[in-house]
């Protein structure tokens, strides 16, 4: 089946710092997502990319869908505190699939 | 509320015993979804709603796990004769439909199953 990679698995970094995660897959997706988890919480949507080579900005986090379709990365500029979480990348592959398929996730903590 | 909500929030149960998730979509959203979320993993996919019917079940783990949805809304997770492996967080999510691009899945906050 489908398996996407996630990398890294954590990252520990300091308030007002850049950082950038990505996923890898084994085929290719026609839609690729971006969520963030807290604690005790469902995962929530940050930002989807419809297109092969899009970039797409929401706020201080911008995300691109690769040109090969098999692999996305997710920045965020300026971290702040309230930025710490699980990050989730999640594909689909095909506009009439409803499956997505899951990254391990990112867990980011910042220090103020 | 306007988001999908889960009950119970936390259910602890004992080994052997039979427990029920609920999920309330967002109101409209024809498709739901049923995901499973064990300790550092990413989500497993278990189940898929559209309306009430069950087009792909192909992830639910045994035939100990079942769910169904009635009236179109609120989707019962149930798992029978629970065992220790069972315990995860379970996650439910709808969509506007179940098909095409921008139709995007919104989460609940999830039920905490724990297997003593």
């Known amino acids: 089946g489908q398996q996407l990679n996630q990398s890294p698995q954590s990252m520990f970094i300091q308030e007002g710092e850049d950082v950038s995660m990505n996923c890898t897959s084994s085929?290719?997706?026609?839609?690729w997502l971006w969520y963030k988890q807290d604690p005790g919480e469902g995962p929530v949507l940050l930002i989807a990319l419809y297109k092969a080579g899009e970039l797409t900005s929401n706020g201080r986090l911008t995300a691109q869908f690769g040109i090969t379709r098999k692999d996305s990365f997710l920045n965020i500029s300026a971290s702040i505190p309230s930025d710490v979480g699980i990050y989730f990348c999640?594909?689909?592959?095909?506009?009439?699939?409803?499956?997505?398929?899951f990254g391990k996730g990112t867990l980011l903590t910042v220090n103020p | 509320g306007a988001g999908v909500s889960q009950s119970p929030s936390n259910k602890v149960t004992e080994k052997g015993k039979d427990v029920e998730l609920r999920c309330d979509p967002i109101s409209g959203h024809t498709a739901l979804y049923w995901y499973r979320q064990s300790l550092g993993q990413g989500l497993e996919f278990l189940i898929y709603f559209q309306g009430n019917s069950a087009p792909d079940k192909s992830g639910l783990p045994s035939d100990r796990f079942s769910a169904e949805r009635t009236g179109g809304s609120v989707s019962t997770l149930t798992i029978q004769r629970t065992q220790q492996e069972d315990s995860a967080v379970y996650l439910c999510?709808?969509?506007?439909?179940?098909?095409?691009?921008?139709?995007?899945?919104?989460f609940g906050p999830g039920t905490r199953l724990t297997v003593l």
């Open positions: 999510a709808s969509s506007r439909d179940g098909t095409g691009a921008n139709n995007e899945q919104f």
């Open positions: 085929s290719i997706f026609n839609t």
């Open positions: 999640a594909g689909r592959s095909g506009g009439s699939n409803y499956k997505l398929t």
